[in-house]
């Protein structure tokens, strides 16, 4: 794509926005929200979209549909962060795989690099365009103090899709692809960064103001095996677009990480580290590097429960980072079943002064 480097165009911007403001170092008290799949299936006025275009994979490719969804959430909570409504596998989609939905199955790909070259693949990377678009479109309509999130899958998690062509729980396959031809791998891994670094400058020039790097099966691979595909690309990623883009906050969420955390946090230097439910946050304010700011981690079914058990979950969190930058968000993505009302108590209970 050939962008050239620069400063992200909002910049500026940090002054009005808590959230970008945390994610570039400052507290905050209360903490800026937002919650991954915030934009999704437990809002009534998502699923009618839905249904209205016809499926999934519609909708991201529906600018304006995707702006919308995008921006429902911010209209009914108010959230600090509006995150772009789009998903991890549009890259393999647009290095050259085919890509559905199966109804109650999940995504899938085709050709399956277990079974196929990579270079068979004939890359089509006017397939992103209409993610810009909904950047374009969703920053003309954002209010001023939210921030715009944009993301990508980083390179292990879309590796694993893209050599089983769906999702598994143990990722065997790209995990046995790995030690048996690490070099057939590699060549994997770095086609996906080279695409996410240009797919990332462009959401940014489009208009988000900070990045995440959603890496949700980092917690299947040794920790041999994490330096070589999770932290080194992402490192890549990271040092690239921020000699491009140097104001542009990176987020790193490597799902599942533990006790890879703070050698994730060290050697990726991203600007901010996602934390799932699984990690103590106090044991993350001890163990993190000083000052680096923080996301999550409510469990999603302490949401789902709510009452005692959410004003307690909720409490704990936030005094286990007493003077760290906080960003409050979930552990991992919003259920569906998750009670609108419930939404709004936590909203309730982070505002409170």
């Given at each position: 794509?050939?962008?050239?480097?620069?400063?992200?165009?909002?910049?500026?911007?940090?002054?009005?926005?808590?959230?970008?403001?945390?994610?570039?170092?400052?507290?905050?008290?209360?903490?800026?929200?937002?919650?991954?799949?915030?934009?999704?299936?437990?809002?009534?006025?998502?699923?009618?979209l839905?249904?209205?275009?016809?499926?999934?994979?519609?909708?991201?490719?529906?600018?304006?549909?995707?702006?919308?969804?995008?921006?429902?959430?911010?209209?009914?909570?108010?959230?600090?962060?509006?995150?772009?409504?789009?998903?991890?596998?549009?890259?393999?989609?647009?290095?050259?795989?085919?890509?559905?939905f199966?109804?109650?199955e999940?995504?899938?790909?085709?050709?399956?690099?277990?079974?196929?070259?990579?270079?068979?693949?004939?890359?089509a990377?006017?397939?992103?365009?209409?993610?810009?678009?909904?950047?374009?479109?969703?920053?003309?309509?954002?209010?001023?103090?939210?921030?715009?999130?944009?993301?990508?899958?980083?390179?292990?998690?879309?590796?694993?899709?893209?050599v089983?062509?769906?999702?598994?729980?143990?990722?065997?396959?790209?995990?046995?692809?790995?030690?048996?031809?690490?070099?057939?791998?590699?060549?994997?891994?770095?086609?996906?960064?080279?695409?996410?670094?240009?797919?990332?400058?462009?959401?940014?020039?489009?208009?988000?103001?900070?990045?995440?790097?959603?890496?949700?099966?980092?917690?299947?691979?040794?920790?041999?095996?994490?330096?070589?595909?999770?932290?080194?690309?992402?490192?890549?990623?990271?040092?690239?677009?921020?000699?491009?883009?140097?104001?542009?906050?990176i987020?790193?969420?490597?799902?599942?990480?533990?006790?890879?955390?703070?050698?994730?946090?060290?050697?990726t230097?991203?600007?901010?580290?996602?934390?799932?439910?699984?990690?103590?946050?106090?044991?993350?304010?001890?163990?993190?590097?000083?000052?680096?700011?923080?996301?999550?981690?409510?469990?999603?079914?302490?949401?789902?429960?709510?009452?005692?058990?959410?004003?307690?979950?909720?409490?704990?969190?936030?005094?286990?980072?007493?003077?760290?930058?906080?960003?409050?968000?979930?552990?991992?993505?919003?259920l569906?079943?998750?009670?609108?009302?419930?939404?709004?108590r936590?909203?309730?209970?982070?505002?409170?002064?």
């Open positions: 794509m050939g962008f050239e480097s620069g400063t992200s165009p909002n910049a500026e911007a940090s002054l009005n926005r808590p959230l970008l403001s945390v994610l570039r170092g400052e507290r905050r008290d209360p903490p800026p929200v937002w919650l991954m799949r915030q934009a999704g299936r437990y809002l009534p006025e998502y699923r009618a839905r249904a209205e275009k016809g499926g999934f994979l519609e909708l991201v490719h529906d600018s304006e549909a995707a702006a919308e969804v995008t921006l429902q959430p911010i209209r009914r909570f108010g959230f600090d962060g509006a995150i772009l409504f789009s998903d991890i596998l549009v890259i393999p989609h647009a290095l050259g795989q085919d890509l559905w199966e109804t109650g999940g995504p899938r790909l085709a050709p399956r690099l277990v079974d196929h070259l990579l270079a068979n693949l004939t890359a990377p006017e397939r992103l365009a209409p993610v810009y678009e909904t950047v374009r479109l969703v920053r003309a309509q954002l209010p001023a103090e939210t921030t715009l999130l944009g993301f990508a899958g980083s390179p292990w998690t879309v590796a694993t899709y893209m089983a062509g769906q999702g598994s729980r143990e990722q065997a396959e790209a995990r046995r692809m790995a030690y048996r031809d690490p070099a057939a791998f590699q060549a994997i891994i770095d086609a996906i960064v080279a695409a996410t670094v240009d797919y990332l400058a462009g959401q940014i020039e489009a208009g988000v103001d900070a990045i995440q790097l959603f890496d949700s099966w980092a917690g299947s691979l040794s920790p041999a095996q994490f330096e070589r595909w999770v932290i080194a690309p992402t490192v890549t990623i990271v040092e690239t677009l921020r000699a491009r883009y140097p104001s542009t906050p987020i790193g969420f490597p799902k599942g990480a533990g006790g890879k955390l703070p050698a994730y946090a060290r050697e230097r991203v600007d901010a580290l996602g934390l799932d439910e699984t990690v103590d946050p106090r044991w993350a304010d001890a163990s993190l590097p000083e000052g680096l700011p923080v996301q999550g981690n409510l469990d999603p079914l302490a949401l789902i429960t709510g009452g005692e058990a959410l004003d307690q979950a909720v409490a704990a969190i936030r005094a286990a980072f007493p003077t760290r930058p906080h960003v409050f968000n979930l552990g991992h993505g919003i569906p079943d998750a009670p609108i009302a419930h939404v709004e936590l909203l309730q209970l982070l505002r409170a002064r």
